[in-house]
Nanobody, 123 residues
């Protein structure tokens, strides 16, 4: 059974940093893309970043230059380093992995999802 467990969220002041982790279990994910998404209160879930099985990384324009996604296949873990945080980054952050290998993880795709971790950025 596949499980994704996020950690690392919290409360931080604007301009600060946080590092999120997502540990996956149940299978080996080296051939899968892995991604981060977020959902703010009253808003739809949105894409943040994903890292492909090739380790190429892609970002939403809103976080480009501030966030860095990485993966450690040996640990089946994906990370999101978030720097220069803004109040607009406040949301619940979810990691996701598609159900099939060699597939780009997308917001509306068939994915495994974690339970989410809260990130709150104060002004």
């Amino acid at each position: 059974q596949v499980q994704l467990v996020e950690s690392g969220g919290g409360l931080v002041q604007a301009g600060g940093s946080l590092r999120l982790s997502c540990a996956a279990s149940g299978r080996t994910f080296s051939d899968y893309s892995m991604g981060w998404f977020r959902q703010a209160p009253g808003q739809e879930r949105e894409f943040v970043a994903f890292v492909a099985w090739t380790t190429s990384a892609y970002y939403a324009d809103s976080v480009k230059g501030r966030f860095t996604i990485s993966r450690d296949n040996a640990k089946n873990t994906v990370y999101l380093q978030m720097n220069s945080l803004k109040p607009s980054d406040t949301a619940v952050y979810y990691c996701a992995v598609p159900r099939r290998p060699y597939t780009i993880v997308q917001t509306m795709g068939l994915n495994y999802w974690g339970q989410g971790t809260q990130v709150t950025v104060s002004s």
